[in-house]
């Protein structure tokens, strides 16, 4: 992470990293605010073709007057900034509805995904990545490793795909397309976990190996602890600090593999949402949906190292001593 | 009769003819203490963790016979490790900041060892926790503390707790007090002297310092890259060192010894 | 060290080569013209002529799947080496001695990785007009955070090792420190990286023209296959079985080799974006 981990000097410590996420968040928010100078063409003519109005020279003079094109950047940046700040992202350019309803109504399908891709990750990264760190070197080890790299290597479209032709349409266990409750999320889910779980659960392997090498493993079989106790109380629990920072920093994978994912299977979510934006050229739904997910991302990864600064205090010390 | 005796023990790493330690034997009374004095890098550490069956891999223990407390070990075997473990024999580690769980509080360390081992109910083993952190000199607040917000001395301490919590047969002691104060040095090996004398352990006491030896043990073996150069009682070797690596060692410390 | 080093990646370099020049070598193997259409062999089983069949505009799908390897290939060895050098060039400026310049690089740094890869690439290359060069320059303004979060810690770790210190005390001229003594270290780090990376390059090529905003027809390109075979998935499903298995075997060889690599280097698990 580039998040320098310092020791928290008091009120100094806490108004840096509030300076510094100033600094990031405002960075974010210049990138997604110049998508619109990186379209080629006039923005306004963009609008007119979205409502699909010929452009004529005063139709386009009035788009400009009323969105404010003729300021110049800065200017239009902060003004955009200020009311992203009050939740207003501005109007889509195709429908002219609010920007941040029409994220929010789409939220919910992306989220859910989301949060059930995380759950399979968790659960199939842990066991694979300990029973591979446990058993390093046997047969089932190699198999997992193997699994991993195929994993990794089949893209999510193309699993996606292949799922569907065999559940879907061969055997007919889940819907083709769309969403028709919960079980719907099925494929999609595992199609968008099975790799980032192999990352996750060969991290955790890796972790799960240098742990068994450390003396307090060592000192804790020499206590006479059962190999169970061992595991859970002093391997398992070690290893997997690496990997927690991972599941926060896999929310980005997880937007941005939303994208195919809900496109292969037709899932009404934000990931769709953004394809059929950028397809069309309706620039402020994309700037909104880019700010949304950044924003996220990096208040998510926050909260995250927050919550392992208050729960592991000695993540501190330790990063402290690597300074 | 013996707690501990060892024929000929060995390390050996698996498609390598020299062996890191060979022909080590020896044996400690019940109650009694033995030395194992020799330079850093000549398998000491290895000897001790051989002794607790938990050599790091791809290193093996070879080993002529060894009993604990008068019962033949099947050192080759696994799983019969498990029963000498922590009651039979148990270990300090040199760096008692390596040793503990970094992310378990010292409480639920001893009392995991407690409830673990002896069986003792969660409850009691929390009470019994207190007791043993006070009689090392710690204070109850101390069950809270993570290890590295303890000092390198009172991390020492926390071991010798949970050796007393375990009361095993075999107690071994590697380097206690490399890198502590001089005064707090003084204070751990009173510590390890009153656990022996109170419950009657064998001490297997590890270092490269001859005075902590000379302070703590009833016999010593001399190690010399892997070998054991040397053994017989302390008054013995010291006294009358037969092997020239063993006058080398004294001699340098009366070297040091007139000059500070 | 040298020496070892040398050996030990030149297998796996040299393979991983040789299939980067067979895949792109992929059309002079080609059985037929990938062009070509013929209506009157539209969606044909496989066949001595077609041996993977042929699409719905009747062009040789096995021919195609040669071509496109080519295309894929070429754009995700280009986006891997330029986000690569931008990125370590990145954090190089964020291991330097200005403080300025640490604190600038680290700043852009942080802020282009927070938007998730994928999305960062689709706007971009979608927003600039679906094309081989726009999907380039899409993945590389993605992708070069990747690098520059990867390099800077391993720059800074090289800085510190102490006979760096002894020639930054001896004055040797940046330019030179950074040549002689800091890249030699990060160099097995990057060519690992640039395996793995360019595994998941492929998949974000692939992905993108899936998505429709990669090559456009009648450019071949394992994507834009896929989805167009996607259709016609129930009744003819050997359309997507040459691209699909194209990808997959493309982004397990370099990962195979990436991770071989890696295990010979005792370095960790890398994180993908």
Redesign the interface.
């Known amino acids: 992470m580039t998040i320098t981990l310092s020791l928290p000097a008091g009120l100094g410590f806490v108004v840096r990293r509030l300076f510094r996420l100033a600094a990031v968040l405002s960075g974010i928010a210049l990138i997604a605010f110049s998508l619109l100078d990186l379209a080629p063409g006039d923005p306004a003519e963009l609008v007119l073709l979205a409502r699909t109005e010929s452009p004529t020279p005063e139709k386009i003079q009035a788009v400009r007057k009323d969105l404010g094109l003729d300021a110049p950047f800065f200017s239009r940046f902060t003004t955009w900034a200020v009311s992203a700040l009050k939740g207003d992202l501005g109007r889509s350019f195709r429908t002219g509805d609010a920007v941040a309803r029409e994220i929010s109504a789409r939220l919910p399908v992306t989220l859910t995904l989301a949060a059930l891709t995380m759950s399979f990750v968790m659960v199939i990264a842990t066991v694979t990545g300990l029973v591979s760190g446990l058993m390093h070197g046997g047969a089932l080890d190699r198999g997992i490793r193997a699994w991993a790299v195929l994993s990794i290597s089949v893209p999510d479209f193309v699993l996606g795909i292949i799922l569907i032709f065999l559940f879907s349409l061969k055997i007919e266990l889940f819907p083709v397309v769309g969403l028709s409750g919960l079980h719907s999320y099925a494929l999609p889910v595992f199609t968008l976990g099975l790799s980032i779980a192999a990352v996750h659960g060969q991290v955790f392997r890796a972790g799960v190996m240098e742990v068994l090498n450390t003396d307090y493993v060592r000192f804790a079989y020499a206590k006479g602890l059962g190999p169970w106790a061992v595991i859970r109380r002093h391997v398992a629990k070690n290893a997997l600090l690496p990997v927690v920072i991972l599941w926060g920093m896999s929310l980005g994978h997880l937007l941005g593999g939303a994208v195919i994912v809900e496109n292969v299977f037709s899932l009404p979510g934000v990931g769709t949402l953004l394809v059929e934006s950028v397809l069309q050229r309706d620039i402020p739904m994309v700037q909104g949906i880019v700010l949304f997910t950044a924003l996220s991302f990096v208040i998510v990864n926050r909260l995250v190292d927050a919550i392992m600064r208050f729960f592991v205090p000695s993540l501190i010390s330790r990063s402290g001593e690597e300074r | 009769m013996n707690s501990i005796a060892v024929e000929s023990l060995a390390i050996e790493t698996p498609g390598s003819d020299t062996r890191i330690v060979e022909g080590l034997s020896f044996a400690i009374p019940q109650g009694g203490s033995l030395g194992l004095v020799g330079e850093s890098g000549t398998g000491k550490t290895l000897t001790a963790l051989s002794l607790c069956g938990l050599l790091p891999e791809p290193l093996r223990l070879v080993c002529g016979g060894m009993s604990v407390n008068g019962k033949e070990l099947e050192w080759d075997n696994r799983l019969s490790w498990r029963d000498v473990r922590g009651r039979g024999i148990f270990m300090i580690f040199q760096s008692a900041s390596l040793a503990l769980d970094p992310t378990m509080r010292i409480g639920a360390q001893i009392a995991e060892t407690l409830h673990e081992t002896k069986g003792l109910k969660r409850k009691t083993a929390r009470t019994r926790t207190t007791r043993l952190l006070e009689k090392v000199g710690l204070g109850p607040e101390t069950e809270r503390c993570l290890p590295f917000q303890l000092s390198g001395g009172m991390r020492q301490r926390v071991q010798i707790a949970i050796a007393m919590a375990l009361e095993p047969s075999v107690l071994i002691a590697d380097e206690p007090t490399t890198g502590l104060d001089p005064l707090i040095q003084i204070q751990i090996l009173g510590l390890l002297d009153n656990l022996r004398r109170s419950f009657g352990i064998s001490l297997l006491i590890i270092s490269h310092d001859l005075r902590v030896i000379a302070r703590m043990a009833d016999s010593v073996c001399v190690m010399h890259k892997g070998r054991m150069v040397e053994s017989g009682t302390v008054e013995e070797v010291f006294r009358t060192p037969r092997s020239p690596y063993t006058k080398l060692l004294i001699e340098s410390v009366l070297k040091q010894e007139g000059i500070g | 060290m040298k020496g070892g080093w040398a050996s030990i990646s030149a297998r796996h370099l040299l393979f991983a080569l040789a299939f980067l020049i067979l895949v792109l070598a992929g059309p002079l193997l080609a059985p037929n013209d990938p062009f070509e259409m013929n209506l009157d062999n539209r969606i044909q089983s496989p066949s001595l002529r077609f041996p993977m069949g042929t699409d719905s505009l009747g062009r040789c799908v096995l021919s195609r799947t040669l071509y496109g390897g080519a295309v894929s290939m070429g754009l995700a060895l280009a986006a891997t080496l330029s986000s690569a050098a931008l990125g370590m060039g990145l954090g190089l400026c964020s291991s330097a001695a200005g403080a300025i310049t640490r604190a600038v690089a ?15 690439a ?3 290359a ?4 679906p094309s081989g060069v726009n999907t380039w320059l899409g993945l590389t303004a993605a992708g070069f955070a990747w690098w520059a ?1 990867f390099s ?1 810690s391993l720059f800074i770790k090289a800085g510190e090792s102490d006979f760096v210190k002894a020639a930054r005390a001896m004055g040797i001229p940046a330019l030179r420190l950074t040549g002689r003594y800091l890249l030699p270290q990060v160099m097995p780090h990057a060519a690992v990286a640039l395996l793995l990376q360019m ?1 998941a390059m492929v ?1 974000a090529v ?2 993108l023209s ?4 990669g090559a456009q027809p009648p450019t071949p390109e394992w ?1 834009t296959m ?1 989805k167009d075979g ?1 259709i016609y ?2 009744d003819y ?1 050997w359309l ?1 079985i040459g691209p ?1 298995l194209a ?2 075997v493309c ?2 060889a370099f ?2 080799v990436g ?1 071989a690599l890696r295990r010979r280097f005792a370095l ?2 890398l ?3």
Do not use: C
């Open positions: 680290m700043w852009v740094i942080e802020v282009m990785l927070a938007f998730p890869f994928l999305i960062l689709v706007v971009i979608g927003l600039l007009g979060r800077s595994a998949t692939s992905g899936y998505l429709g905003f994507g896929l996607q998935m129930i499903p997507m699909g990808i997959t982004v397990a990962t195979a991770e960790k698990p994180n993908r974006w």
